[in-house]
């Protein structure tokens, strides 16, 4: 009654009643909000009653009225008290609910991801078995744009290699790029199967595949259960496209380890022949020792698998080779030392030393007017083997270094390059300096525990400066020295 009695204090109580939910929302923790707000609205409630009482013509009449109304109006504000309780309950349900199907998503991501690594057919069907496992499904399948690449579960037997076509319902999840959802139907080759959750798998924003998920009962497929399904669909979204990312680098490196184990340098080979040629007449037994270290080295660039690792002293073997047919080339211009400790022993990739080696002699020391140096070392220091070519020719430029660092050198000049990769790839970060100088060291130094990368620079100083071999880790002062770790 807007001109009653309780019109007035009804309206206070009101304004209080809404200030002090306000307060209540902001200051009260969401856990304690049923309990003080079940004590706010009995508060209310009570100077509801005051408010009638005094604001009543009479004071018998305010009495008359508040004995009627109070208790059932107090009760109802705990009433009110217990529903938000309810809300609350069911908020919080959702929210654990929610958790619990991204830590499965999760759980099924840590499960599979080694499964992802080398992704084939086999892996595949793991990882669909895995999904089927955690979500209690009947069945999981994986497919791409045409075929089905992985089925596990109810109906398996209805999937041969040789018609693994994907259904009608998939093709239009694929093409519409649209989340399916078939809750009271029948599979495409099983008829058991009632329930289905078609999600479209995507790389790069384009549609490549679907993660398919099936039961046998009819309205199976929630909501909770498709948000699960969706999430964890990116997440074998990524890691397809990962797994596709290092598939193509991996092949990258092969190609690029074998384009250089296959590399003869034609130059280098017309040059060979020209000395062979040249010894034939002059020294006879040069020459047949030159075509048996051409022999040799050729079959060893040939017989080398895939960034095999090998024992040192074989790629020594190919390196000496390598060096008896350039020494013949080059006469008196090219002195070689070698730093070699007679009880080294380590494994190494391939064609990991033949490239600095090459790359001294062509780029170091041919340029030079006068006689050049390249001192090979190979030390054992401590528990770590240390590699090292060293030239006294004119240096490097440092476009050249820019080059390299930059991924950015010719593809018919890999050798360096090449090195550069797999030495970052195996022993960590490969550092080279932005000067240019008279004399340039490449070392590795590896252990069992951890591996160095290295490359020393020396500064233009005479010959006779210089030390005619380098024993371990000792360098000359005047010997600049870069190492990342």
Same mark, same amino acid.
């Given at each position: 009654?807007?001109?009653?009695?309780?019109?007035?204090?009804?309206?206070?109580?009101?304004?209080?009643?809404?200030?002090?939910?306000?307060?209540?929302? !902001?200051?009260?923790?969401?856990?304690?909000?049923?309990?003080?707000?079940?004590?706010?609205?009995?508060?209310?409630?009570?100077?509801?009653?005051?408010?009638?009482?005094?604001?009543?013509?009479?004071?018998?009449?305010?009495?008359?009225?508040?004995?009627?109304?109070?208790?059932?109006?107090?009760?109802?504000?705990?009433?009110?008290?217990?529903?938000?309780?309810?809300?609350?309950?069911?908020?919080?349900?959702?929210?654990?609910?929610?958790?619990?199907?991204?830590?499965?998503?999760?759980?099924?991501?840590? *499960?599979?991801?080694?499964?992802?690594?080398?992704?084939?057919?086999?892996?595949?069907?793991?990882?669909?078995?895995?999904?089927?496992?955690?979500?209690?499904?009947?069945?999981?399948?994986?497919?791409?744009?045409?075929?089905?690449?992985?089925?596990?579960?109810?109906?398996?037997?209805?999937?041969?290699?040789?018609?693994?076509?994907?259904?009608?319902?998939?093709?239009?999840?694929?093409?519409?790029?649209? $989340?399916?959802? *078939?809750?009271?139907?029948?599979?495409?080759?099983?008829?058991?199967?009632?329930?289905?959750? /078609? $999600?479209?798998?995507?790389?790069?924003?384009? /549609?490549?595949?679907?993660?398919? +998920?099936?039961?046998?009962?009819?309205?199976?497929?929630?909501?909770?259960?498709?948000?699960? %399904?969706?999430?964890?669909?990116? +997440?074998?979204? #990524?890691?397809? =496209?990962?797994?596709?990312? =290092?598939?193509?680098?991996?092949?990258? &490196?092969?190609?690029?380890?074998?384009?250089?184990?296959?590399?003869?340098?034609?130059?280098?080979?017309?040059?060979?022949?020209?000395?062979?040629?040249?010894?034939?007449?002059?020294?006879?037994?040069? %020459?047949?020792?030159?075509?048996?270290?051409?022999?040799?080295?050729?079959?060893? &660039?040939?017989?080398?698998?895939?960034?095999?690792?090998?024992?040192?002293?074989? =790629?020594?073997?190919?390196?000496?080779?390598?060096?008896?047919?350039?020494?013949?080339?080059?006469?008196?211009?090219?002195?070689?030392?070698?730093?070699?400790?007679?009880?080294?022993?380590? /494994? +190494?990739?391939?064609?990991?030393?033949?490239?600095?080696?090459? &790359?001294?002699?062509?780029?170091?020391?041919?340029?030079? *007017?006068?006689?050049?140096?390249?001192?090979?070392?190979?030390?054992?220091?401590?528990? @770590?083997?240390?590699?090292?070519? !060293?030239?006294?020719?004119?240096?490097?430029?440092? %476009?050249?270094?820019?080059?390299?660092?930059?991924?950015?050198?010719?593809?018919?000049?890999?050798?360096?390059? &090449?090195?550069?990769?797999?030495?970052?790839?195996?022993?960590?970060?490969?550092?080279?300096?932005?000067?240019?100088?008279?004399?340039? #060291?490449? %070392?590795?130094?590896?252990?069992?525990?951890?591996?160095?990368?290295?490359?020393?620079?020396?500064?233009? !100083?005479?010959?006779? @400066?210089?030390?005619?071999?380098?024993?371990?880790?000792?360098?000359?002062?005047? /010997?600049?020295?870069?190492? +990342?770790?």
């Amino acid at each position: 009654d807007i001109d009653g009695v309780t019109a007035i204090p009804c309206f206070i109580t009101s304004i209080v009643a809404g200030l002090l939910s306000g307060l209540i929302n !902001r200051k009260v923790p969401k856990a304690q909000r049923w309990k003080i707000g079940i004590l706010a609205g009995m508060l209310c409630e009570t100077l509801t009653m005051i408010l009638v009482v005094f604001w009543a013509p009479s004071f018998s009449l305010g009495i008359d009225i508040v004995s009627k109304i109070g208790i059932p109006m107090i009760l109802g504000s705990v009433c009110i008290g217990f529903i938000v309780l309810l809300v609350q309950s069911v908020e919080g349900e959702k929210e654990a609910s929610a958790a619990r199907q991204a830590k499965l998503a999760l759980d099924i991501a840590n *499960k599979t991801l080694p499964l992802f690594r080398h992704v084939n057919s086999e892996s595949l069907r793991q990882v669909c078995d895995i999904i089927r496992r955690d979500i209690n499904a009947d069945a999981v399948a994986i497919t791409t744009t045409d075929r089905v690449l992985a089925y596990v579960g109810f109906g398996e037997s209805n999937y041969h290699d040789s018609d693994n076509d994907i259904s009608p319902t998939t093709r239009q999840a694929i093409e519409s790029g649209k $989340i399916i959802i *078939k809750n009271n139907d029948e599979a495409y080759r099983t008829p058991e199967i009632h329930s289905m959750l /078609v $999600i479209p798998l995507r790389e790069k924003g384009v /549609v490549t595949g679907t993660l398919k +998920i099936y039961y046998c009962h009819a309205h199976r497929i929630t909501s909770s259960l498709q948000e699960m %399904a969706v999430g964890l669909s990116q +997440i074998i979204s #990524t890691q397809l =496209e990962v797994s596709r990312a =290092e598939q193509l680098r991996e092949m990258a &490196n092969k190609a690029e380890l074998r384009a250089l184990q296959s590399k003869i340098n034609p130059h280098f080979l017309f040059n060979a022949l020209n000395a062979i040629s040249s010894s034939i007449r002059m020294n006879p037994d040069t %020459a047949r020792q030159l075509i048996f270290n051409l022999s040799r080295y050729l079959r060893y &660039n040939i017989e080398l698998k895939d960034d095999e690792q090998i024992d040192i002293k074989r =790629e020594l073997y190919q390196i000496k080779d390598y060096i008896a047919i350039e020494q013949a080339r080059f006469g008196d211009k090219l002195t070689v030392i070698y730093d070699i400790d007679d009880e080294v022993s380590c /494994v +190494i990739p391939s064609l990991l030393i033949q490239p600095l080696v090459e &790359n001294a002699i062509v780029h170091g020391i041919q340029p030079c *007017k006068g006689k050049g140096v390249v001192t090979l070392g190979i030390n054992e220091c401590g528990n @770590r083997v240390r590699i090292s070519v !060293r030239d006294t020719g004119n240096g490097i430029d440092p %476009a050249v270094v820019a080059r390299v660092e930059a991924d950015e050198m010719p593809g018919n000049k890999i050798g360096l390059l &090449n090195v550069h990769h797999r030495v970052k790839l195996l022993y960590g970060e490969y550092v080279v300096p932005h000067k240019m100088y008279v004399r340039v #060291t490449y %070392a590795i130094s590896m252990s069992p525990e951890k591996l160095w990368a290295e490359k020393r620079a020396t500064v233009a !100083r005479p010959l006779s @400066r210089f030390p005619a071999r380098i024993h371990g880790l000792y360098f000359p002062q005047h /010997v600049r020295v870069l190492l +990342i770790r």
